[in-house]
């Protein structure tokens, strides 16, 4: 049973879309792949942390820096093997300056880890916004003083020029849910979670939104819904609500009993509880220790059974569809998501992604690498020799 410490502190948590649109091959992040799901469609979210008490604000990631072509040759590198295609339209720090937040009143900005697509480009936000990493980070060989001084890093150095880096003391006993824990605040508004296994220093952040509330903000912990869904306490319904499927004119809706009972993937009993995919522990997976991962996730899978709190993954494609964003709705924010029903809506939405009959579920969310809002043309070829 997850019990959480108790506290009357929240924060509000706004949610902002960086824009970001990629397609993965499907075999770098989940397992095993099913015919027609090659590919994962993946959007990009962050947040943006208010303590109410206070009025410090955080951003937890930062999404993709627009110019990606400008990223560190070591990720550019990794660019052919792991990536079909990418856009991104605007840096985060378009998106708050759009909303009315002054950069300056950004005190941190949290990395949930240091890959490229939740880092942003922190050299443009000021000097005094310190910058926090998870634990082992300054430790890891090959990261510091990032590139180009290191030039295998995937991080670039002026992520860190002239301002404070900090990596938070997990060492002091607090747990939650058998994640470690760190009180970012101090007053039980927000927590960092130890969520070890995608790369080093992996951390998700736990907002409290009302007094016996939280939203997970998951980063990279799992990549895809279907990871974490159905589960005991979600299992399949008989038939998936009509309002949570695609009104796609070429593909039948999908029928629960052929996609997730005669098919499913891992599951040979209890079908409709046990989650779809797993992390890829392929040769080609994008994570580091792909079995404590998978340990990772089931705990994870307490927090998701729980009613009181909802799990939002970095590149769940139904957050941005759903959910309200800083970049449409400045002022909307995510606290409510219990009251709103949210959970639920978000629930099953992610089965339109998956294959039917062995075609593709939801068509390609981009096509090629774009740049100033059109398709780069030359990208593919030289993209990896810039
Ligand atoms: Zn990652
Ligand atoms: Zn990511």
Same mark, same amino acid.
């Given at each position: ?14 949610m ?21 799901? *090659?590919?994962l ?13 206070s ?80 634990? =082992? ?36 006993g ?70 949570? $499927? ?28 046990t ?15 792909? *079995? ?10 307490e ?22 964003? $800083?970049n ?38 981009? *096509? =090629? ?18």
């Amino acid at each position: 049973m997850l019990e959480f410490p108790k506290s009357d502190r929240t924060v509000r948590v706004r949610m902002v879309d960086t824009t970001t649109l990629m397609t993965v091959w499907s075999q770098v992040l989940i397992q095993p792949v099913q015919p027609g799901h *090659e590919i994962l469609n993946l959007t990009d979210v962050a947040f943006l942390i208010e303590n109410e008490a206070s009025g410090q604000q955080v951003m937890f990631d930062l999404g993709s820096r627009k110019d990606y072509w400008n990223l560190p040759a070591v990720v550019r590198q990794h660019f052919d093997e792991s990536m079909a295609s990418v856009r991104v339209d605007k840096d985060v720090t378009e998106v708050l300056s759009e909303s009315g937040i002054s950069l300056s009143d950004i005190g941190s900005v949290v990395w949930s880890h240091y890959h490229w697509d939740h880092i942003g480009n922190m050299a443009l936000f000021p000097s005094s916004t310190s910058l926090v990493i998870g634990p =082992g980070f300054k430790e890891q060989p090959g990261l510091l003083p990032g590139y180009p001084d290191a030039i295998n890093s995937p991080v670039p150095k002026d992520a860190f020029s002239g301002r404070e880096v900090i990596e938070p003391d997990f060492a002091n006993g607090l747990t939650i849910g058998g994640f470690r824990a760190h009180d970012f605040f101090g007053d039980g508004s927000f927590y960092l979670l130890d969520t070890p296994g995608h790369c080093v220093g992996h951390l998700c952040g736990l907002a409290r939104t009302t007094e016996d509330t939280f939203l997970l903000l998951g980063g990279d912990i799992c990549h895809f819904a279907g990871v974490v869904r159905p589960n005991t306490s979600l299992p399949f319904p008989a038939q998936i609500p009509t309002e949570a $499927l695609d009104k796609d004119p070429v593909f039948p809706i999908p029928c629960p009993c052929s996609l997730f009972t005669s098919c499913h993937p891992i599951a040979t009993v209890d079908q409709d509880k046990t989650p779809f995919y797993q992390v890829s522990s392929y040769e080609a997976t994008a994570f580091t220790d792909p *079995e404590l991962s998978q340990r990772s996730v089931n705990k994870l899978l307490e927090f998701e059974n729980s009613p009181d709190v909802l799990i939002c993954i970095a590149h769940d494609c139904d957050l941005p569809q759903y959910l309200p964003t $800083l970049n449409e709705s400045p002022s909307s924010d995510l606290n409510a998501w219990k009251e709103n029903g949210w959970k639920e809506k978000l629930r099953w939405g992610w089965v339109n992604e998956l294959p039917r009959a062995g075609r593709p579920g939801r068509k390609p969310l981009v *096509e =090629g690498y774009w740049r100033d809002g059109k398709v780069w043309a030359e990208a593919i070829e030289t993209l990896h020799r810039r």
